[in-house]
């Protein structure tokens, strides 16, 4: 019998793991749940014996395959998946998937409720400002950037996007205005809404240069990953622009420094929450079990990223 675990530091909903759970019986797969683990050597003991895994930002380095004698396959619940060794998944011959799509509802709506927070001094009680009206770039139109523009559309904000993967008319067929570089969104935009994955060409690359081209004021909304942020390069742009403000679902690793400088300029998740609704965790959750079965029974590998 097929051992899948799911190991989840931060748990899915009860409700997602009935419907997993659920997926895993019809195919006669034994269901194993570690949440809220706190060491690494926890999840080497669990995965020991496992023949799938199910993750979130569960981190899986070249430690724990090695310490997964029995692994096929890691699925990711979710989009990003720069928390797995790739590389040493697929030296073990583990397959690794995604599930693109599944949360991306849920992320699109945190970044918008993450502008409105902004543009409403985060509820201070005083004067804000409203979105409609307003320029939002969207930094990578994939499936979060599509469901965040579609919404931003609806309140009245005049939306831009750039993606170097995408042609002009897959973006402008949403009456989204696709701009030719990086440099020009930025330069549009008052709101920029990143939604780039983590990655070597991508890391730190969101800097003082590209930040300093948006108009006043200028808000930056993260829901992607802190990494992609030059953080020291942010911090000397908000120490020269007092209009500028960043907010981010995820502290970044200076967020003591915000906190010292720039009062009422920033807000941080205290855990990232972009996917964590009830919807997402059911959605992305019961895609990952759905393509265990489907490659474990038949070999079906569509969703691989390595
Ligand atoms: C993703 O890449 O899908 C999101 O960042 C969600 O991450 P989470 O599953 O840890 O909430």
Not at 106 to 113: D, K, M, Q, S, T
Not at 232 to 243: A, P, T, V
Not at 268 to 295: L, R
Request: charged residues 25%; proline residues 3%.
């Amino acid at each position: 019998m097929s051992k899948v675990l799911i190991a989840t530091e931060k748990p899915f909903a009860p409700l997602a793991i009935s419907k997993i759970k659920t997926v895993l019986d019809n195919a006669g797969f034994q269901m194993v749940l570690l949440e809220k683990y706190t060491s690494k050597e926890v999840l080497f003991e669990a995965v020991s014996d496992v023949d799938a895994i199910i993750i979130r930002s569960d981190k899986i380095t070249k430690e724990v395959i090695a310490a997964a004698k029995n692994l096929k396959i890691v699925v990711r619940a979710g989009a990003g998946y720069d928390n797995v060794d790739l590389a040493a998944a697929t030296e073990a011959g583990v397959v690794v998937m995604n599930t693109p799509g599944q949360n991306s509802n849920a992320v699109a709506e945190l970044a918008i409720g993450m502008m409105i927070f902004m543009a409403r001094g985060g509820f201070n009680g005083k004067a804000g400002t409203e979105l409609r009206g307003k320029t939002l770039g969207i930094h990578a139109y994939g499936n979060v950037g599509r469901y965040v523009a579609k919404i931003a559309q609806g309140i009245g904000m005049e939306v831009f996007a750039f993606d170097p993967f995408l042609d002009k008319e897959s973006i402008e067929k949403d009456g989204v205005k696709a701009l030719d570089s990086v440099e020009s969104l930025y330069e549009s935009s008052q709101y920029i809404s990143l939604h780039i994955p983590a990655n070597d060409k991508t890391k730190r690359s969101i800097n003082y240069k590209l930040l300093s081209k948006m108009p006043e004021p200028a808000v930056l909304v993260n829901t992607a990953r802190k990494e992609v942020v030059n953080e020291e390069e942010l911090i000397k742009l908000m120490d020269d622009r007092s209009d500028f403000t960043y907010i981010s679902d995820i502290a970044p690793d200076n967020a003591d420094i915000f906190a010292e400088k720039f009062s009422g300029r920033y807000f941080f998740t205290p855990k990232k929450m972009g996917a964590q609704t009830k919807e997402a965790n059911v959605n992305a959750g019961v895609a990952a079990a759905n393509q265990i079965v489907d490659f474990l029974k038949n070999g079906n590998t569509t969703f691989k990223v390595n």
